[in-house]
């Protein structure tokens, strides 16, 4: 062989492609415990790949930089407009398919083209950029407490299950204004829809909730992002708000979940955290980097039949942009050296951009700085090799993260909070809704606050 011949990268252990024009899979075990190595054998076939999201899910996926931006800046050639989907459209995509909650149409911004994102955007931004940084850092410190109180006695936890996946929920219920009993059944809806324990019914009860949030509201406002979004001059109608608050919720919720959760696994397995300390802010930017929270995502379709990064595509294809890919990819090797935390693309970019990345950071930042000033030694359970990462196209996050700690004694007022948070709430049927307001966590940490 000749030394200046190329060699075509070999497909990581249990990729299907093997053969020509096979789709790369984007889900099982093998994805989520090296995506890396499969984003460097995608990188084989140019700026965009062929893969495959979920069995019978096809899609073309832009993993460098450049075109990345390209997409996702270009709202002329690329569409949000899921009922572009044209493989959808022909029956080609399962209806039970597990990708389609998060890819099926919804008349909210995320969806929306033109000037109809254009209204909905402003009313987010603007409502958005009304929350008070000092504000939420200090409810982000009282949830902190409030969930550290139901483990801290223990002298472990699981870090994802009891701390990462709980605190943005709560959080964003402040934020919301969400009064005990609307915000339990949100937090039931969000943890159902994500968890897929009977899906079809948290979102029932999630957008219940959030309608009955909207009346609420509607009759009496509040300091609080749902009537910042109500009082707003493009004058959103109920159903709008509806859906922009149910997007809100879910959406933030995720990402910022497996952003506290992929940054504390960095402290806890990188030894350059354990020997400096106090570099929270850099776990995450290296976080937001290496590992961002949502890996693959930005469904977009092309508005026509045209040539794109050096191939082909149709008008109505999905395509899905790859940050993981571009993050980690030769075009950003001097910027990720650098330690530049502007040039990534975890937050996106483009007219689609996340509108809340910095209440995002600062929730990040306190969440994390409050949990290691409770609980000093924190360190892992269990070999870092053991560790499993929740499979799935779209999201990077650990299925747990066990940790020890020297126990902390228990107070009168987490003693309360752990007896109302073992009282369980129904995962289904018709009193599902009724179970989460009666015994609901968010009724616990209100009660909690009082004492």
């Given amino acids: ?82 009922r572009r989907w044209q493989a959808l459209n022909n029956g080609l995509v399962p209806p039970d398919s597990p990708v389609l909650p998060l890819l099926a149409y919804r008349p909210n911004v995320m969806f929306a083209d033109g000037a109809d994102h254009l209204r909905l955007r402003q009313a987010i931004t603007d409502s958005m950029a009304r929350v008070d940084a000092h504000r939420l850092a200090r409810r982000t410190e009282q949830i902190s407490d409030y969930l550290i109180a139901q483990f801290g006695a223990r002298g472990s936890a699981d870090l994802l299950g009891d701390y990462a996946k709980q605190l943005p929920l709560f959080v964003f219920n402040e934020l919301f204004g969400c009064p005990a009993d609307i915000g339990d059944r949100v937090l039931f809806g969000i943890s159902g829809m994500f968890d897929g324990v009977n899906a079809e019914k948290s979102a029932q009860v999630l957008f219940g909730a959030v309608g009955e949030l909207v009346a609420l509201k509607r009759s009496r ?69 290496d590992n961002p929270p949502m890996a693959n995502y930005a469904p977009h379709y092309p508005a026509a039949d045209m040539e794109f990064a050096g191939g082909k595509v149709r ?114 049927g018709d009193g599902a809704a009724d179970a989460a307001e009666r015994k609901g966590m968010w009724s616990s940490f209100l009660t909690w606050l009082k004492k």
């Fill in 1 to 82: 062989m000749d030394a200046h011949t190329p060699i075509t990268p070999v497909p990581p252990p249990g990729c299907p492609a093997h053969t020509p024009g096979g789709r790369v899979p984007l889900y099982g075990p093998e994805f989520a415990a090296d995506p890396q190595a499969y984003y460097a054998y995608l990188r084989h076939f140019g700026p965009t790949a062929p893969v495959e999201i979920s069995p019978g899910v096809e899609a073309t996926l832009v993993t460098d930089y450049q075109s990345a931006l390209q997409l996702l800046q270009d709202n002329g050639s690329f569409r949000k407009d899921a």
């Fill in 221 to 289: 406002p509040g300091d609080d992002v749902t009537s910042w979004l109500m009082e707003h001059h493009t004058q959103l109608s109920d159903e709008e708000m509806v859906h922009q608050l149910a997007l809100l919720l879910g959406a933030g919720a995720e990402p910022l979940r497996n952003l506290i959760g992929n940054t504390l696994h960095r402290l806890l397995t990188d030894d350059r955290y354990a020997d400096g300390g106090g570099l929270i802010d850099e776990a995450i930017d290296h976080t937001l980097w």
């Fill in 315 to 428: 008008a109505g294809d999905l395509m899905l942009v790859s940050f993981a890919a571009a993050n980690t990819g030769p075009a950003l090797a001097a910027s990720r050296l650098a330690g530049s935390n502007r040039a990534h693309l975890a937050w996106s970019a483009g007219p689609h951009s996340c509108p809340s990345k910095e209440p995002a950071r600062h929730i990040t930042v306190t969440a994390i700085e409050h949990l290691l000033n409770r609980l000093p030694d924190v360190e892992l359970a269990v070999p870092e090799d053991s560790l499993v990462w929740r499979p799935g196209p779209f999201n990077r996050a650990l299925a747990t993260l066990p940790v020890r700690f020297t126990p902390i004694a228990g107070s009168a007022r987490g003693a309360y909070a752990s007896a109302q948070a073992e009282q369980p709430v129904a995962a289904g």
